[in-house]
């Protein structure tokens, strides 16, 4: 075993299996049921908001995120983008001290995309989210928003007896 750590020249040391399986038989086990005795929350909807510079990509990026929503099993809502980009244009001089007549114009287009997905478990959507969210291309920013369903009160379940 110094050989194998003389050839690899490890500057710290290594811990094998046998040392930790040791330690784990003196001290006492919690039991996994607790973390899995809570219900998973349900969603009605995720609504994603999609903004970028290039159509394209946005396109390209919805097919994607539609294709990761059905292998997982999640219900595909509409998928829709407004007809016109959002433009927002400044106008600024070209000199700083004259010609005031001389202005030159920069525009920025913004485009949008919109996606709707139905009926998921808490777990799923957090795994659909992260995995879309570390797919996300250059200039695309992504805006999610979420609508959970909870259950009624007890003091809102049964009406009152007296009105």
């Not at 003389?6 to 040392?19: E, G, H, W």
């Not at 005031?100 to 795994?127: A, C, P, W």
């Amino acid at each position: 075993m110094l050989q194998l750590m003389n050839t690899l020249r490890l500057t710290q040391p290594v811990r094998f299996c046998s040392a930790l399986s040791n330690t784990s038989a003196t001290t006492p086990s919690v039991p996994p049921v607790a973390a899995a005795a809570e219900p998973d929350q349900l969603y009605s909807k995720l609504e994603i908001e999609l903004r970028g510079v290039d159509p394209a990509v946005l396109k390209s990026y919805t097919w994607f995120a539609t294709t990761a929503a059905e292998h997982l099993g999640i219900e595909l809502g509409k998928c829709w983008s407004p007809r016109k980009a959002h433009h927002e244009r400044m106008t600024l001089l070209k000199s700083v001290h004259i010609y005031k007549k001389h202005r030159v114009q920069y525009e920025i287009r913004t485009h949008f995309r919109y996606m709707n997905f139905h009926k998921l478990t808490g777990s799923t959507l957090d795994t659909f989210l992260e995995y879309i969210e570390r797919n996300l291309p250059e200039g695309v920013a992504l805006q999610a928003s979420k609508t959970e369903l909870q259950q009624i009160p007890e003091h809102l379940r049964q009406p009152p007896d007296q009105v």
